[in-house]
T-cell receptor, first 114, second 113 residues
Framework: GAVVSQHPSWVICKSGTSVKIECRSLDFQATTMFWYRQFPKQSLMLMATSNEGSKATYEQGVEKDKFLINHASLTLSTLTVTSAHPEDSSFYIC??????????FGSGTRLTVV | KQEVTQIPAALSVPEGENLVLNCSFTDSAIYNLQWFRQDPGKGLTSLLLIQSSQREQTSGRLNASLDKSSGRSTLYIAASQPGDSATYLCAVYGSGNTGKLIFGQGTTLQVKP
């Protein structure tokens, strides 16, 4: 149980286009989801916290207009990278927290902007 | 500000060896500590969760201990196998149960056949 399904697993897009990444909680309701970015050989960097039905909370230095987060339901949170550029190429991972079970992570999305 | 450090950064051992990965944190007022495994290009798999009131957790060949007073946790892997090769990440919940995970930089483990 406690599975977070993340799609797509990889995506290549042209510079200037937008890309949407979805995370779904399959067997539980996630009122809060966390979005991370990971550069090669580095640890995870928290980008933002999404809350169902309200605005996301972004970490310092993360561009809100660049990384749009929507948490429209208790089972779905999305991250849209708008007007993507090569420097946005990275590995993006979502996570949800379950009481007494800790955090569970999606499988990640490898974004390549060409 | 909470900081998490993992030592060593990389480790290479022969198959069958028992090994210990170390994690230290600067603020002992943590809520929980969680160990994860990450394979290249993949997401994180939770290995063990130690709640703040617990001292250790075990799952199969894995045993994790927590000493809040000294700000340390260890992950013990018994009888290592090549399939254990991965990056192991230690993470603590920020003090005051803010809900945010604070990660160490990870230990990359290679188990040679």
């Amino acid at each position: 149980g406690a599975v977070v399904s993340q799609h797509p697993s990889w995506v290549i897009c042209k510079s200037g286009t937008s890309v949407k990444i979805e995370c779904r909680s399959l067997d539980f309701q996630a009122t809060t989801m966390f979005w991370y970015r990971q550069f090669p050989k580095q640890s995870l960097m928290l980008m933002a916290t999404s809350n169902e039905g309200s605005k996301a909370t972004y970490e310092q230095g993360v561009e809100k207009d660049k990384f749009l987060i929507n948490h429209a339901s208790l089972t779905l949170s999305t991250l849209t990278v708008t007007s993507a550029h090569p420097e946005d190429s990275s590995f993006y991972i979502c996570s949800a927290r379950l009481r007494n079970y800790g955090y569970t992570f999606g499988s990640g999305t490898r974004l390549t902007v060409v | 500000k909470q900081e998490v450090t993992q030592i060593p950064a990389a480790l290479s051992v022969p198959e069958g060896e028992n090994l210990v990965l170390n994690c230290s944190f600067t603020d002992s007022a943590i809520y929980n500590l969680q160990w994860f495994r990450q394979d290249p290009g993949k997401g994180l798999t939770s290995l063990l969760l130690i709640q703040s009131s617990q001292r250790e957790q075990t799952s199969g060949r894995l045993n994790a201990s927590l000493d809040k007073s000294s700000g340390r946790s260890t992950l013990y892997i018994a009888a290592s196998q090549p399939g254990d090769s991965a990056t192991y990440l230690c993470a603590v919940y920020g003090s005051g149960n803010t809900g945010k995970l604070i990660f160490g930089q990870g230990t990359t483990l290679q188990v040679k056949p």
